[in-house]
């Protein structure tokens, strides 16, 4: 099917963004001594490890850091033709009174951020729990979810898809595309 | 991930080699699972189970019990002590009457081969039924398909693969629906399956099923990686096969003297429970050697793997 596509970040657009999102988060939890930074599996979890490294690199301490699957959180089990296929959690710590970053690429309809507040919650009870999202695709949203960090907002509908295109190490994030269907 | 095959576990024999990868590797996000501080996930909220348990149960049911439930499916127990079936009632009868209290899936175990197999096909008949899926939780001596699955998982937990592997199952063949389910799934994953035991307890004709015999313990064990120890049924015996126990606790016993002669380390299984002394000895029971109890903890994230399986498509 014929796809058109326009870069939404690329270069030193999406160099710039990821900067300010480590720098807003350097503000709010200085040494990151109390917070943890999670990522929604599976491609919330490179975003995430890709901005652990930068904010380890620019703090110099080490940040806590996992990684968090929401399959059996979701809302849609048993609704498809498909098994919904989990992917692995790593969570190494407690999150019992932690400042908890839950990191994901697009926030689209908010559902999968709804499934992964309650799969955080078998680790335990943060202190307090905010979301970032590179991507924010306004005005879609079925649950009323808001990011607290957001990299770039779109104007988007049903028929589009934004896409995040990684190198071939899956640790640099090189593009980030909007696909809209050719009807 | 695409969906199973097949609609119910009935056994090994009618699933897929990609059935059981699907069913493995979604058992190991659930091992997981049940490692963290809050146990249990939502998937099954909506979903009632029923235990239907003619036969006695120890591990199979505590452990489907626990998985449903961490799997937050409502469940109902039944036994057959106690119930209508002494009265004389059928079992497609017992188990239309426990799906009409909207039950969505039969856990069941029979003492008759192929009771889930037979029930499966009956309850297609019933338009009221036939959402319902039915896991087998071992039938007679036919199949014991979730076992099979937890010991190959914990196998690949053990050596990290089962293609080329020599597994080799010790003990009552004949009677053991747990060595059938096994050899069904390791074939299929593609491990190497000898059998060993007194003749009287081997099947005649086994060999057709690709698997080979060897009736001295030494040498079968001096061949495997792994060896899968099972039980002497006696429940099911209704001849005697051996002279005594205590002489097939000599030639077939595995104890720290006949593992102390092999030029080599291998693994010890058993599906419990363990008759310590006869065909196992407890201090192998509890060794390095063992990996006995992990066979018991993966067994609940391979149970909740199936049921999700099972329960994740739509209706």
Known sequence: ?183 | MSRLSTEHLLGIKYITENDIHTLLDTAASFKEVINRPIKKVPSLRDVTVANVFFENSTRTRLSFELAEKRLSADVVNFSASGSSVSKGETLTDTVNNILAMKVDMVVMRHQNPGACVFLANELKKYPKSAHARVVNAGDGTHEHPTQALLDAFSIRNHFGRIEGLNVLIVGDIMHSRVALSNIYCLQKLGANVKLCGPATLIPRHIETLGVEVEYDLHKALQWCDVANVLRIQLERQDIKYFPSLREYAMQYGINREVLNRLDKQITIMHPGPINRGVELDGDIADSEHSIILEQVENGVAVRMAVLYCLASVKE
């Open chain 1, 1 to 183: 099917m014929n796809q058109e596509q326009k870069t939404l970040l690329e270069g030193k657009g999406l160099e710039l963004v990821l900067q300010r999102l480590c720098l807003e988060l350097k503000e709010n939890y200085g040494d990151f001594s109390n917070c943890a930074l999670i990522g929604l599996q599976p491609r919330g979890s490179l975003l995430s490890a890709s901005l652990h490294r930068r904010l380890e690199q620019m703090t110099g301490r080490n940040i806590q850091h996992g990684k968090l699957d929401i399959t059996f959180f979701r809302d849609d089990f048993r609704r498809g033709d498909d098994i919904l296929k989990p992917n692995t959690t790593s969570i190494d710590f407690l999150v019992e009174n932690k400042n908890v970053v839950l990191i994901d690429d697009v926030l689209y309809t908010g559902r999968s951020v709804r499934a992964g507040f309650d799969a955080l919650m078998a680790f335990g009870r943060p202190a307090k729990v905010e979301l970032l999202t590179l991507i924010d695709r306004r005005y879609t949203r079925h649950i009323p979810i808001e990011a607290n960090y957001c990299g770039k907002a779109v104007d988007t509908h049903a028929g589009q898809k934004v896409l995040l295109e990684w190198d071939a190490a899956q640790t640099n994030l090189e593009k980030v595309t909007l696909f809209t269907r050719e009807v």
